[in-house]
């Protein structure tokens, strides 16, 4: 197998630099009329067929022999099973990980809170979590059992009832390690189909498969259109696109170190994005001979070769403010400062989804183990989007409570907004509680 590299060289200081970037960052999520008719067809009959249109969709899209909805049910002890099957130490890696990402979740359980005014009304917020939350698991080969992690866990912490995860078993082939981490999670149901009948299950619910509140968890393009389609239906965590990475680093950073980072992400598929600034021209020149260098070591070279070719860069920029401007424009998905004081600059960090702190600080320690959510925003969306967390697994409901003497007076108020939009019923329904003495004021 030969590789090569040709990753593209931009800088900040060419007049052209703003539209070169925002044609490297261009890239759209969008299906083509095939795949989304195509979606609309299977929700359709998922709807309306129930199991029977599960167990057809399966047999057809992924190999399966199964005879009814029941073989396509994994039990509790199924996955019990699955902690047997692994090796000690993997069971130990996937322990490991769960608790620190249980730990750091916890600290984002938001709780009910009121407070008092003076003449006794009552406000405040009601959070409750969802009844229940439906979890998206790519299957086969292509299986991820920390993203099990990362969705289960959360929604376990903010109090969800039941977990329902969904995971393709394509030919059958079952990933033990899948099954493990949804047993150290905490799901509570699991069904072996996937693709867009398995959002339309979640979505509408079967005869077996239960209605669920949110859909959360990554897929292919099927899958992504299909969370599309029963948006508000359900909710969805987002929409998410390829893997990115952008290293800001100040030249000082071993260039083995960096090229590794960035192959990190761009093995994941060759839309991935792997980007490199730095105000040190001949750390990029280092970096890229580094890049050339380690390619052809790696097991996904051909995938890597055309992501670092295809969406890839290395910036020079004229000084670490500037590169810090640059990674507020990119809003990446994954971001690392590896630098001497990352701490000193973090502040000027505007938009990013997570940020991974000093040269020792690899990104795929956030991916598997180090306790943040791996889910986060990509193609720009860190602009407006946060990782997911319990907070997207509970929801808020406020609390008004008026005393008599309140409603008097907020009486008032509302009458004079009520009249000034024309909705009468609106103000009489305030005016009726007005107070008797008070209307002579």
Known sequence: MTVSTAIARLNAADPDFARHLDHLLSWESVSDDAVNQRVLDIIKAVRERGDAALVEFTQRFDGVEAKGIDDLILGRERLELALTRITPTQREALEIAASRVRSYHERQKQDSWQYTEADGTVLGQKVTPLDRAGLYVPGGKASYPSSVLMNAIPAKVAGVSEVVMVVPTPRGEVNEL?????????????????????????????????????????????????????????????????????????????????????????????????????????????????????????????????????????????????????????????????VADPQAWLPQIRHAGAIFMGRHTSEALGDYCAGPNHVLPTSGTARFSSPLGVYDFQKRSSIIYCSEQAASELGHTASVLARGESLTAHARSAEYRILTESKGN
Not at 186 to 196: E, K, L, M, N, P
Not at 219 to 225: F, S
Not at 234 to 258: F, H, N, R, Y
């Open 178 to 338: 899948v099954l493990a981490a949804a047993c150290i999670a905490g799901v509570d149901r699991v069904f072996t189909i996937g693709g867009a009948q398995a959002v339309a299950a979640l979505a509408y619910g079967t005869e077996s498969v239960p209605q669920v509140d949110k859909i959360v968890g990554p897929g292919n393009i099927y899958v992504a259109t299909a969370k599309r389609h029963v948006f508000g239906q359900v909710g969805i965590d987002m929409i998410a696109g390829p893997s990115e990475i952008l290293v800001v680093c100040d030249g000082q950073t071993d260039p083995d170190w960096i090229a590794m980072d960035l192959f990190s992400q761009a093995e994941h598929d060759e839309d991935a994005q792997a980007i490199l600034v730095s105000p040190d021209a001949a750390f990029l020149d280092r970096v890229a001979a580094s890049i050339a260098k380690l390619l052809p070591t790696m097991e996904r070279a051909e995938i890597i070769e055309k992501s670092i070719n295809g969406r890839g860069a290395l910036i020079q920029v004229r000084d670490m403010q500037q590169a810090m401007d640059v990674a507020n424009r990119i809003a990446p998905e994954h971001l690392e400062l590896s």
